[in-house]
């Protein structure tokens, strides 16, 4: 992290409170927003995700077709592909279960907090929850793998 632009951070932060502003102002912070969006009611949400996708897809593409660097970090600007396994479904699964019971996806909870929805500390919490079991579960199968591993090496 040492070789990242002493402004990463403080970029980070300003476009993070920008995002959350933009969420607030445009009533996407709410969950009644997001589920009505879900039951087929109102497709706001639908229109906003849409103009973030073409725009970020748009200038990505520039910035990869002109061989551009991250200013922040100097990495180049390239696709990386992951592989669609069943981590990747189930975490899709999980994911829009949990959007779709708690009415919020996880950049859009916190700017539900920020204008005074108190209630969705739950849903906060359950995702920090998620997340932690997630790693642990990971990292368990990781070490099960690892010792499995160094066993086999061992006879």
Known sequence: M????????????????????????????????????LQFEDFGLLLVMGGAAVTTGIVFGLLEWRGSRAPLTGQDYARRLKSFDRNVLAGGVIFGAGWGIAGICPGAAYASLGIGNLPILWALAGMFLGAYVQGYW????????????AGVADD
């Open 2 to 37: 040492s070789d990242r632009h002493p402004l990463f951070m403080p970029v980070i932060f300003v476009g993070g409170l920008i995002f959350g502003v933009g969420l607030a102002v445009s009533r996407m912070a709410r969950p009644e927003v997001v589920l009505d969006f």
């Open 138 to 149: 990971r990292e368990s199968i990781r070490g099960d793998a690892g010792a499995t591993a």
